[in-house]
């Protein structure tokens, strides 16, 4: 009787890979589509990532049915594109938010924006379906082909003109932190490749021969070992954390079209100062608050700073995300993302400018072509800000040294650690560009692996949430949820020793990357 349940599966298993293989036309692009679509629902806040490990095992099914027709690459392509727009539009929506916080110069732009930036992105895919469909084979070398090709053209999208890994393949395990621990050895890339094969291992199912499911089943088994090993991990670290350091991150939940408008700065300055002085909680010792927080440029207003040496007296530590501008000698202004370190009495520390800058919000690429059609940057600022040299570690008195990161700063794995480990990141950031929306959710998460990947427990601070202490295991210690205003009072979690991911970066990606091309392209015995 088993028997006959199993033949059954692997008889429907069959007839639907049969099925999309068979699918041509404009029914392959809009299947490619919809799965692309369905594979989001894998990122946070969702975490049902069966989806996108689906969506890999149809996306080789699909080159399977490619590689027969006349046009091969180009159809392949064409698929590998249909996935990404659908898959990059589901993820990414919540980028058309930005646009809405100035409507009257910006909305306009929402519809192209829409089209143009998912359909930027799936070129990734689209290349990697096509390279994967040039070089084709049969059997389990053709899901090694396509684990490489993919894996690979996720690497390039994190890197090329400035990079944007956001949602890459290991993020759809959101539901498991036992799995993301994994990310401490072979990093963010690493396990998107692991990912990768798994997905793509399914098509095996639907193969005509004696044991279509050893290798899905082989994936598994991959998976329970690291989910095990995972959970380990976390049940045996202990959760210590720095004796004398209470941190304060302020969430004053300010509406990004508010934030800078004349009748709202004083309102606003003054909701920064009542929460960081709030009686409710631990006395703190160091305070944060987001990014571009003071409603001003706070190194020209004296009565500010004069609030400032106020708040930081008895020793206390200030650290505040703040656009300043620098005038030159020729009369040229320069404007920064930056970051100040307060100390006792309001005494300025150190100042950090974001060095990792976003195309299109913070500076415009290629600017005399875009402004001569109307399209100017999201923040507005005389000019395009300009990128600082980081990243840095500062010392901060009653605590260990820190490494700042500014909002989008936190994307890139093993780029975000300056010559000098410190003991702790801070990263602030405004989310309220995002509207409430999937955005803020993806990019907790991104922080989260990020402190698994270094081993540094993260205080990130955002102006509207989600604002969250994370240990180095990547577990959340305190937060505070999306649209409240209030503070997050905690310890802070002590930093573990460096991974292997700390300190051999993408190693265990690349190695992983060519044991897959050996076995592609090995003789048969």
Known sequence: ??????????????????????????RRFVFAFVIGLLSALSFAPFGLFPFLLIAFGVLVLLIDGAVTHKRPVLSAGFAGWAFGFGH????????????????????????????????????????????????????????????VAYALA??????????FPWNLPAYGWAASLSVLQSASVIGAYGLSLLTILFGASLALGGDRNARPWVGPLAMALVF????????????????????????????????????????????????????SNEKNGPPPTHIIWPESAPPFLLARNGEALDNVSLLTANGRVLMTGAARVVRENDGTFHYFNAFYIFAHGGQLLATYDKFHLVPFGEYLPLASVFEALGISKLVDSPGSFTAGDGPHTYDVPGAPSVGPLICYEILFPGAII????????????????????????????????????????????????????????????????????????????????????????????WLMLGACVSAVFIKRG
């Open 1 to 26: 009787m088993a028997d006959g349940v199993v033949n059954r599966i692997s008889h429907a298993m069959q007839q639907f890979c049969d099925g999309v293989r068979a699918l041509s036309g404009w």
């Open 224 to 275: 329970a070992t690291l989910w095990g090993t995972g959970a380990l991990r976390l049940a045996t670290t202990p959760e210590g954390h720095v004796k004398g350091v209470q941190l304060r991150l302020v969430q004053p939940d300010v509406p990004q079209h508010e934030k800078f408008l004349p009748q709202y700065r004083a309102r606003n300055w003054q909701q920064l100062i009542s929460l």
């Open 88 to 147: 990059f539009l589901a993820g990414l929506y919540w980028v058309g938010y930005a646009f809405t916080v100035d409507a009257s110069a910006h909305a306009w732009q929402i519809p192209f924006v829409a089209m143009l930036f998912p359909g930027g992105l799936a070129l990734f895919p689209a290349l990697a379906c096509a390279v994967a469909a040039r070089f084709w084979q049969t059997g389990w070398r053709r899901v090694l082909l396509f684990t």
């Open 418 to 509: 300056g010559k000098h480990r410190p003991g702790w990141l801070v990263n602030v950031t405004d989310d309220s560009w995002f509207g409430p929306s999937t955005g803020p959710y993806q990019h907790l998460l991104t922080a989260r692996v990020r402190a698994i990947e270094e081993g540094l427990p993260i205080a990130r601070d955002a102006n509207t949430g989600i604002s969250a202490v994370i240990d180095g295991l990547g577990r959340v210690r305190a937060s505070l949820g999306l649209g409240k205003t209030g503070v997050v009072d905690a310890k802070l979690p002590i930093a573990l020793a460096p991974t292997f991911y700390a300190l051999f970066g993408d190693l265990g990606f």
């Open 154 to 163: 996720e690497w390039l999208r994190g890197h090329i003109l400035t990079g």
